[in-house]
């Protein structure tokens, strides 16, 4: 355990988690916050710590060597390296004891988390609709490299089994749905003491889930919640991280948001530090945001180098025809999930004002380029949701002027009220779910002999 000083001396620095940072995305999530970090003014007597994941040592020590020849180069020009630090962290989010580990290491290791990333994922697919993308690509590019249809994945892939002692016992688990919404569930619960603690400089903690532009509600079934029954669980759990993320301030959803805000329990928590102990009063809540990273080059869809890149020609050329979201590089992809780690509370709370003084709520904050590459973070239009949940046509000029997806149409008060029932249904499952699983995952800790097996 370190010695961070007394929470005056927190209030200069900021801790950040950035899951699945290996490449792709969460790489430049993380090069990205160093940059944006180094050059702002206001923060000139700040220190950054960056805490990333990887799924094993081996990756992670290369991650680092890779973040650290970046921060050299930013600081060739900016600032002293000093002010920033990498910590390269071990987790595999399809294994609930991985991430009941972890959990623990960052509530023993460190004072607070200003804000988490929950970046990390896996698209399940197989294979892919060959004549079918090609045949929407020539026809309809904008449309198909923005919505694809051409993805195929399998029907109900589940986790190995997550303990040693009750694994005859255990339910199963959805494998894209455990990597990309319920290990990340978790493991938001089990740091909340940590994210409690923040308040400086940035103000409350901060959940941060990257989801993706083609989430939809028309691929989720909240009976199927863990999507093992679809052929489409990537896009059945995007869409279920965007309903958790926009209903989370509802008061629908009071009770089981609560209860995921809580740290009730000492499975991965000590007070630590000398502090304290936190408690669950909601002025110390953290908030949580959603974003996208719009379209870009990573690894989640396993392409041939030739292949790869025509993908990316094909992006850019998408971009010139006027899409707001083929972002190409994680870098630009990048922007949104950035924007909303680092900026103040105040500038947050202006960006969503708008939508809430017109009934609405949160937004989704897509990472979008003009066709010359300018990067924004911008409003994105939710299936169910609109833009930032206000009924009727789009209120701010830029979403109105924005190429919509072909089909959508404006928000009902009905529609709105349905994806806020649907809401309330997710959060109830999730919470269910996570309470189930911490009791299995605390029998599994306890010696054989100490109890009779069985739930």
């Not at 009063?281 to 080059?297: K, T």
Request: hydrophobic content about 35%.
């Amino acid at each position: 355990m370190f010695n961070y000083g007394t929470d005056e001396d927190l209030q200069d620095k900021v801790y950040i988690l950035v899951t699945g940072a290996n490449s792709g995305l969460g790489f430049s999530i993380c090069c990205r916050l160093v940059d944006e970090f180094l050059n702002s003014p206001q923060r000139t007597n700040q220190s950054l710590t960056v805490i990333f994941t990887t799924r094993s040592p081996k990756k992670g020590n290369d991650t680092l060597q890779r973040l650290q020849d970046h921060l050299r180069k930013t600081s060739a020009t900016h600032s002293p390296t000093r002010r920033v630090t990498f910590v390269p962290e071990s987790v595999d989010l399809n294994n609930l004891v991985s991430v009941r580990a972890l959990s623990r290491r960052l509530n023993d290791e460190y004072p607070k988390l200003d804000a988490i990333m929950l970046n990390a994922g896996i698209g399940g697919w197989s294979t892919l609709n060959w004549p079918r993308a090609i045949w929407g690509v020539l026809t309809d590019l904008v449309h198909e490299v923005s919505w694809p249809s051409y993805k195929i994945a399998p029907a109900g892939m589940v986790t190995d089994y997550q303990t040693t002692t009750l694994a005859a016992q255990e339910p199963r688990l959805g494998s894209v749905f455990c990597a990309n919404v319920f290990g990340h569930y978790m493991l938001a619960h089990n740091v909340m003491p940590l994210l409690r603690r923040s308040g400086q400089p940035n103000g409350p903690g901060r959940v941060i889930w990257v989801s993706s532009l083609e989430a939809t509600v028309k691929m989720f079934d909240v009976d199927d919640i863990q999507g093992l029954r679809t052929t489409a669980p990537y896009e059945s759990s995007k869409a279920l991280t965007d309903v958790l993320a926009l209903t989370a301030d509802l008061p629908s959803t009071k009770p089981f948001v609560k209860s995921f805000y809580s740290v009730d329990d000492n499975r991965t928590y000590n007070s630590g530090f000398g502090r304290p102990r936190i408690t669950n009063d909601d002025n110390l809540a953290p908030n949580m945001y959603l974003s996208h990273p719009g379209i870009c080059g990573t690894g989640i869809i396993p392409l041939s180098w030739p292949l790869f890149y025509s993908m990316l020609a094909i992006c850019l050329f998408a971009r010139l025809l006027g899409s707001p979201w083929h972002t190409v590089s994680t870098y630009l992809g990048a922007c949104a999930p950035v924007w909303l780690a680092l900026s103040a509370q105040s500038v947050l709370d202006t960006a969503e004002s708008l939508y809430r003084q017109n009934g609405g709520g949160r937004a989704k904050w897509g990472s979008s380029t003009n066709w010359v590459g300018k990067d924004t973070p911008a409003s994105t239009e939710t299936d169910g949701w609109g833009y930032g949940g206000v009924v009727g046509p789009a209120i701010v000029d830029e979403d109105r002027l924005r190429r919509r997806k072909r089909g959508a149409v404006d928000l009902t008060a009905e529609d709105k009220e349905n994806f806020e029932e649907l809401g309330r249904k997710c959060w109830q499952k999730m919470e269910e779910l996570r309470i189930e699983w911490d009791k299995i995952l605390d029998l599994d800790e306890v010696s054989p002999d100490d109890f009779g097996l069985g739930f």
